[in-house]
C-alpha cells in the first residue's frame, strides 16, 4: 500500500511493540491455515514409483515430505530436483506431471536454468541435458519425454 498506509514512514514505540507480542505470545495457527502457509511458502513435492512412473502422493513442502520418509529436507530437495531414485523405490519431483514435453517444461523453468534427464521406460538414465536447447536438438522434433 506504501503511502496510503497509515503507519508509512512511521515505526511503532517500543511500549507498542511489546504490546503487539504478549498479544501475539502463546497464540496457535489452526491445522487448515498451517497447510495453507506451507502452501503458500514451500516447495510442493510430488512423489511417484520409480517402477511405472505412477503418482503416490503429493507433499505440502520439503520439510513435509522430509518428516514422512524421516531424512532432512535438503535431502528431499536434492532428490526432487536431480530425478535419481529416491531410497530404492520412488522418484521424488517438483513437477505434478513426469511426461511432459519441452515447451510443458519452459514454463517451469522460469527461464532458469533447467537439467532434464531422460530415463527409458525401464527407469535406467539414458541421457542428462543441461539445457531446454541441448534436449530439443536430441528430440529434433518430438520432445516427448520422461524427467
Do not use: W
Not at 52 to 64: D, G, H, I, Q, T
Amino acid at each position: 500500500m506504501g503511502e496510503h498506509n497509515p503507519i508509512y514512514e512511521k515505526t511503532h514505540t517500543k511500549e507498542i511493540k511489546e504490546s503487539i507480542k504478549n498479544k501475539l505470545k502463546g497464540y496457535k495457527h489452526s491445522e487448515e491455515t498451517r497447510i495453507n502457509m506451507s502452501k503458500a511458502r514451500g516447495l510442493t513435492i510430488y512423489v511417484f514409483s520409480s517402477l511405472n512412473n505412477k503418482f503416490l502422493s503429493e507433499f505440502v513442502s520439503s520439510r513435509a515430505a522430509s518428516k514422512y520418509f524421516n531424512c532432512t529436507d535438503t535431502h528431499v530437495i536434492k532428490y526432487a530436483r536431480s530425478g535419481s531414485i529416491f531410497k530404492g523405490e520412488y522418484i521424488l519431483s517438483l513437477i505434478s506431471n513426469l511426461s511432459l514435453t519441452l515447451g510443458e517444461i519452459k514454463q517451469f523453468s522460469n527461464s532458469k536454468e533447467i537439467t532434464i534427464y531422460l530415463y527409458s521406460l525401464e527407469n535406467q538414465l539414458l541421457e542428462t541435458f543441461s539445457s531446454l536447447i541441448k534436449a530439443g536438438e536430441y528430440f529434433q522434433g518430438d520432445p516427448k519425454i520422461i524427467l
